[in-house]
């Protein structure tokens, strides 16, 4: 394993475009992915662990998969799964059958604590790709805070702060994998985890159509073609909403973060979520120039909220990468 290799746990509600950001992880050389822990969000849990475990077992990811979540912390916004958006099963009703193999008996959280400490006995740190709400990672802070220290970064899909125009997509100032768990997110960026927030604010702005996916289906292969058939199911909800076929690579971004990062521009601010009200799960940064009345944001650590994003280098780096599914080397 090359000394550059990055260690990383896969946290996610997998749904259409986390499938694609597992594959972004899976085929990146310099990502040892540890595991997959899951969560409830784009369907149930058991829809988002039978997923990951077809995903893995289909392209032979060879890594556990640790099932997690079924519900929120407390209050979170709307209720039931999106199954409008990535159809009922959580995989845009692309059926893989049932998998042979088995989730692993250790819970999510525990899995993040383990692989923490598991990294810090090799010398490393962990990161983690947060890309269906913070579910999993509250609680495992909860099992043991000392993990912060052995954990390099946590980098965060969710949210949204208005930058480029974007805000909310599951309320006008609330993001899907924040609002399905508020408190949870508000604990994670009030913690000293080095937290990296990849938001709407970027992600609408790197987006694919069907020549992004007719390209995968040539360069990689199977990969190319699961992408592309789950893909059918979210082109067609983004044009019942923007009458185009292209639609925002969410959850891929947050891995592009991983591998790029000089591709998103960012700013540091404390980040405060809304955890009750009509604006449950918008997030809010503070700013380092004005003394506030309120001091809600007064003690709380940065977090790193990316604000803009170079998409085409983005699009680039994802079909780069997939080409190597194609090739003989994945
Ligand atoms: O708001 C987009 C996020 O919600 C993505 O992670 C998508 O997979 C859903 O979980
Ligand atoms: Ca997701």
Known sequence: MKSNTRSVLFDTDIGIDDAMALLFLHYAPEIQ??????????????DTTRNALNVVEHFKLKVPVFRGAARPLAARLGEGFPAHVHGNNGLGDVDLGEPSLKYETMNAAQAIVDNSALCREQGKRLS?????????????????GLIIKDIEEVIVMGGAFGYNGHRGNVSPVAEANIASDPLAADIVFSSDLTTTIVGLDVTHEVTVDEAFLELLVKQAGE???????????????????????????HDSCAVAYLLQPDLFSTIKNPVRVVTEGIAIGQTIHSDDIRRFVSKEWENIPNSNVCIGVDADAVLKLYQATLARAGSSCS
């Open 33 to 46: 992915l540890l595991g997959i822990t899951t969560r409830f969000g784009n369907a149930s849990v058991e």
């Open 128 to 144: 983690i790709v947060a890309v269906g709400g913070l579910t999993n990672i509250a609680h495992a802070l909860a099992l043991d």
């Open 223 to 249: 990969a190319g073609q699961f992408i592309r058939d789950i893909m059918r199911f979210y082109l067609e909800f983004y044009f019942g909403i923007n009458q185009r076929r292209e639609c925002p690579l």
